[in-house]
């Protein structure tokens, strides 16, 4: 297998560390550039002194984010950068033949009255968001294979998306009336030197924010709504809980059918097992948990992996879907790298286990 | 102001720990009895050694719990004890003429059939049901005065009742299709040596449990449907998060009314900032909050007060409504010396604040 | 009792929040002013949601920090302000005839070479420097009576010395080879918007930093080498631990008298119990543990109490003693409000139990 | 390379969980039989859902506990037991042919006197204390190669040994002294469920115990004193501190050569690096920080990594080392990898990077 040349732009923040982490013991790329304009001219090591066991750490040196210059070291640039940002980048990395994989919000819409909504400015290139394909490798898989440009999806909307997508595709689950409660460790809120984040602000803390509209809602919806074939608008609510890595998704979600009787939740479920073997039976990344098992996040940090189990409420109708991710690794830099195992026809799972 | 004498049963838990805090300190209380079967013998201040320096800690002892002797030394008796185990205890305290004040779930029910429901067993003293009164002083105050039984509510309960009695009561929420989705420390649990609440296992962890149908519901629903005056049942989602105290509860409700332009916003926002102002404008412990602040849980640890904050989404036509308390206080302890003020006669905040 | 009007300088920080919390609820004092520059404006309700129950905090405004205003506004005021900038507002405060109660390092020292030394700069005003008082109310009650200017110590300096100086001053160890180690919450690193003390920094991590030199020891050893009457230099090493609140220092003491046999263990433990027991049986803040307890920083957090138990190793002939308080408290806010109590007249324990 | 086929005897608490996590990735060996009588007749991904994505946690079963059986499934035994309870199982293993790698205290020390005095009670097996090799590889590499008994070391012993071996053997400390202190995540005190260890008991929480004289200190003192050639005694502090996995310890030395004047200093420090450099440079789990950097758990947990950092003290004449380690990985399973590797002539890293 050839051995790809990668680089990331913005290694600095905790989504760029985990690259760093994930790449640098990636069995078929050579960590070629990592930039950071605060860590310029120091090594991998002195920034990241976990790291430092890894030789090439003591001679990779952080550059200043220049374009031009990535363009000749690798063949795929990682972008970890703020939104609107990385758009910046994209665009010189793509004319200049490099495959882009964005762990920002720039590319992962395709509307672009959506993001201008959602964030407040038009976007800033909006002839790739056509081009650009959504970095869900369970959902995309073939389109991820020949993509250029991979707009790797948000941490929450992996969490709420992996769930829900086969169940309406299934036709399982009505569109509407979707809630989705999320439960976020601290590390989605980058390594950004704010009050709001410091040790003694989160710890003994759990907090709501950004209710009721927060920015992940776009992508959120609008891929829910290419799965329903609808319109789809559904309720998100975020928490801050004080947890290094992880993300605890609670879905309620209405079935079509109605589900009174024993035989009735019986049936309602055996179709429910069989959406979700089909669609996640074989993925190497999925777990579906069965038994009196829930997802809890202790148990995917560092992976991977998103767990997934369910229950039926005969008493309320409802169906109850819940998932446990690793909000920096399947929710940012591991689904990253999975992307890139597909589109460099590595093995999906090289890297990643 | 006469002082009154009180004891507590069961005082080697957490909410029993919480309740022996609070009667040191109060103003017009003696502790004079604190019962545990495993502490007995010993001082408060050997088990305890955070109240070493109150000057009672050192002489008062547990003793092993014993109705008849308890009903000589006390007033007023605390039972923080396991549901089941306190009704043994409540009948021959009252038939002795102790007022009794239960924080566990034997008497919040008024239907012996749903405590069977939801409790797996017949309750043990189905008489006194119609004679206690459900301790939520915001609700039942001028029953408390006078009640010789106070059932002291749930912390998950506690979390949801208060935000959500006063819109149902209003008829400005629907009641159904209620959603709580609560997130609560680990004290919540009790102290008991069981490994699934060990550090390691709760650190670094998010998890959801008890679903669909935790026990609590059974009050919840109850006391819901007295608001509405029509059978409610609601969705209830219990999660884990490694904070010790504090329970944060985000609540998905309906208005009756249909807002989509902004002027029906503002009109319905009135209705509910009346609503919450009316109820809960003079209360003590209630924290309604305005501006851009949400309810976090370390701004209530430690305290007998619950925060709520409400946002009205028109995207969804949802009240999303959000709640924090400490769980072992306002949803334990702190709550049941509350009612002990008021049946006491003691102004409502002594030794609460 | 005169009621007091006290101002806090810098009431923004977690010092300041804490003396925010203290005063607020002092029954013999009246908080009339609080300063901050980025909070200029706002009331201490907005800022501190958490003490949004106390009537005051509705209408006390933070205001720009201004020496001549809050002389007239205020009989004490306390500073809690970086180093360097406290003597700034003390010098013309105290001219007002103010009393001024600094937690600062600035007037700690009674040497300013040694203050040169560590701080790296010259004493701002080193006339003053004779006239404060070290306000371990312990060690200093008498002076602090009469005192003008308090300088309160700092957090680590109150777990030493508190333990050490009556062995120091009872001959029983010796003044050389003094080693304390120190675990601190990061409470202790203040409310600085740095990378370092970001909640994902924090937790799951145990670090020292400031080896061999943090600027502490310069009041450490200039308080013990009074308490010895002799030069007595210390081996201090800091470590941040992921807790809020707390610091637990072990120190290690080599006693003036050989024990090797079983009665001289005996006599020795005798005479060390004695030696505490006279410094501090009496003592309301300082908790003197026997039995099988050792110190545990959750037994003080939020309280105004420092614990101290120790052991005579007779393998090593070394004493190791240990002590655990809140930083925040005992170790700042707490110590500063006993000072006050101290030269107020107020009972010592006012508005600290 | 030959695959080996391994099991683990006892594999339900932490450090048997760490082991399972280990073997199960392990390029050369096969995980054959787990066992755990708590568990038996569950599969691994039943016990251990983190694990359910590697195919083989589906099909294996825990077992109960059985020298014969396992003697015939295995070609080499890990004993991850409580003391006391591993040598009735080696001894059986070792007859029928197993090497024999063991995770307790059983057979750390070469005497048995020692042994007893530390674990009051007879050495179960003495003859077999010749036998072993104390398996610490940095130190004992060639004897490990061909060991079939190795005893593991413990977690505090690890962190304190490699610091101080090279300095002792190399004459450059006194081997009077030495003072150990250090602070320990809470899966130290493996999964028992024991109210001590809840997490509401630990969380904001720090902690002694076991003061003045902890097991571990028999295996540390015993090595020391082979590494000084002179009988060696130390101080010992263990604290618990709230943090999962790791152990940080500062070490307090006497160099052997006084050093005052700056060029003293530069040459013992010049000394010091190379005694290290010597003793690690080449080591790929031992980290000597530069710089700046001191160590912190945060950096080696989940990594078989030591990181070694000094400071020479020129105050109090005294060298400073910092130590941190993953008390799991480095302080126990990884190590013990690390030794099975050695002995079966694998790469020493593999399936530890």
């Not at 991998?44 to 374009?67: C, G």
């Not at 073997?277 to 829930?294: I, M």
């Not at 008493?315 to 879907?321: A, N, Y």
């Not at 689904?335 to 999906?348: I, K, R, T």
Request: hydrophobic share 45%; with cysteine.
């Amino acid at each position: 297998m050839t051995t790809k040349k990668v680089a990331i732009i913005g290694a600095s923040g905790y989504s760029g560390e985990e690259l760093v982490r994930l790449l640098l013991h990636h069995p078929h790329v050579e960590l070629a550039a990592v930039t950071s304009r605060q860590n310029a001219g120091q090594t991998v090591a002195q920034i990241f002194p976990k790291f430092a066991s890894h030789p090439i750490s003591k001679t990779l040196r952080f550059s200043e984010p220049n374009a031009e210059v990535l363009a000749r070291q690798a063949d795929i640039v990682f972008l970890a950068l703020p939104h609107g940002v990385a758009a910046e980048f994209a665009v010189p990395l793509l004319d200049a033949g490099c495959v882009v994989i964005d762990l920002s919000a720039d590319f992962r819409l395709k509307s672009a009255a959506a993001y201008k909504e959602f964030y407040a400015h038009d976007h800033p290139a909006p002839k790739l968001l056509k081009k650009s394909v959504y970095g869900l490798p369970e959902i995309y898989r073939e389109q991820i294979k020949t993509a250029l440009l991979v707009a790797s999806p948000g941490c929450y909307p992996t969490s709420i998306l992996l769930p829900v997508i086969p169940l309406l595709r299934a036709g399982i689950i009505k569109p509407t009336g979707i809630i989705a409660d999320s439960l976020s460790g601290v590390s989605g809120a980058g390594r950004k030197a704010e009050a709001d984040y410091l040790f003694v602000e989160c710890n003994e803390s759990a907090r709501p924010y950004g209710v009721p509209k927060h920015r992940h809602l776009s992508e959120i919806e609008e891929q829910l709504s290419f799965a329903a074939n609808a319109k789809v608008t559904i309720q998100f609510t975020p928490h801050l809980i004080p947890v290094n890595r992880g993300i605890l998704t609670t879905l309620y979600l209405a079935p079509e059918k109605h589900f009174a009787s024993a035989a009735e939740v019986v049936s309602l479920g055996e179709a429910i097992a069989e959406c979700y073997q089909d669609a996640y039976g074989h993925e190497p990344f999925v777990r579906l948990l069965d038994g009196n098992s829930l997802p809890d996040t202790k148990n995917v940090a560092g992976t991977n992996v998103i767990e997934i189990a369910w229950r039926l409420d005969r008493r309320t109708g409802r169906l109850i879907v819940m998932s446990a991710e690793d909000n920096i690794v399947k929710g940012a830099s591991g689904q990253a790298v999975q992307s890139m195992n597909l589109l460099c026809g590595f093995p999906e799972t090289a890297g990643l286990v």
